[in-house]
């Protein structure tokens, strides 16, 4: 069985949003969309899940123990609200011709 989808799913989270963790180690953590992997339905998220890397010394890199943020599922995060900065679910709507994301809460639109 192959690992490919029917389609890709239209993801509710952006690069650039801000985001709360929902689940997880990390619950609570609030940060910036930095990376969107879209074939994986996960998104690397500015200082949350943060994890130590082994990179082995070369000519150029020095070595040693990295600490970067891994990729975390899409179902996990929440995006924040940019008017009352509480978590929100995601609308979508039509305005002039074109689908913008809306706030569930506030119904205030999404850049």
């Not at 180690?25 to 690397?44: H, M, Q, T, W, Y």
Request: hydrophobic share 35%; net charge positive; no cysteine.
């Amino acid at each position: 069985m192959t690992d490919s989808k029917r389609f890709a799913p239209k993801l509710h989270i952006k690069k650039g949003d801000n985001v709360i963790v929902i689940a997880g180690s990390s619950k609570g953590d609030k940060g910036e969309v930095k990376l969107v992997i879209p074939k994986e339905n996960r998104a690397i998220v500015v200082g949350v899940n943060m994890v130590k890397k082994h990179i082995k010394s070369t000519q150029d890199n020095p070595g040693g123990i990295n600490e970067m943020e891994a990729p975390i599922h899409i179902s996990n995060l929440k995006l924040i609200d940019p008017k009352s900065g509480v978590p929100t679910r995601i609308g979508r709507k039509v305005v002039d011709g074109k689908s913008v994301r809306y706030s569930k809460k506030s119904g205030e639109i999404i850049k």
